[in-house]
């Protein structure tokens, strides 16, 4: 497997390209961090931050390494601010189909982070609305693996 680090990096990398993979109407990222921050203390919105959340371990066959698959999560912040007629999923919405476009090659073939992994797909999404705020902040969490070993 290769380094932790260097996969997280890549990956990193990657999504800080959504700003240039934006589909029509979607905002662009103002704040990018590889930091967990509460969305109330993310000033500059929309905001995009990856942590690392788990790793899981496949043991096929004794005396095989193995299969090593890393877990990360995508967060994005939305606030509306104070426009009543606002809807919070289109931001997100368009963020996420833009995530979708960053992350995913174009066909056929697999985001492997130039050579880094096997693979990158997205498995689940949780959004959250905020009532404290007037639901004017919006939160999704995107669940990312990676297949970092045969």
């Known amino acids: 497997m290769n380094s932790r680090e260097a996969i997280y990096a890549a990956l990193f990398a990657q999504?800080?390209?959504i700003n240039a993979n934006l589909v029509l109407g979607a905002p662009a990222i103002q704040t990018f961090g590889r930091?967990?921050?509460p969305a109330s203390r993310v000033d500059l919105q929309p905001a995009?931050?990856?942590i690392e959340t788990s790793e899981e371990y496949e043991h096929t066959a004794i005396s095989v390494p193995p299969k090593v698959t890393l877990v990360a999560n995508v967060l994005i912040y939305t606030r509306d601010g104070?426009?009543?007629n606002a809807i919070s999923a289109t931001s997100l919405n368009g963020l996420l189909d833009s995530l979708e476009v960053t992350l995913n090659p174009i066909f056929p073939?697999?985001?492997t982070?130039?050579?880094l992994v096997h693979w990158v797909r997205i498995v689940g999404?949780?959004?959250i609305y905020?009532?404290?705020q007037d639901v004017t902040q919006a939160t999704t969490t995107v669940e990312l693996r990676m297949l970092a070993t045969d």
């Open 15 to 17: 999504l800080q390209a």
């Open 35 to 37: 930091r967990l921050m």
């Open 48 to 50: 995009l931050l990856m």
């Open 82 to 84: 104070a426009d009543p």
């Open 109 to 111: 073939g697999e985001q």
């Open 113 to 115: 982070l130039d050579g």
């Open 125 to 127: 999404r949780q959004t």
């Open 130 to 132: 905020d009532a404290i």
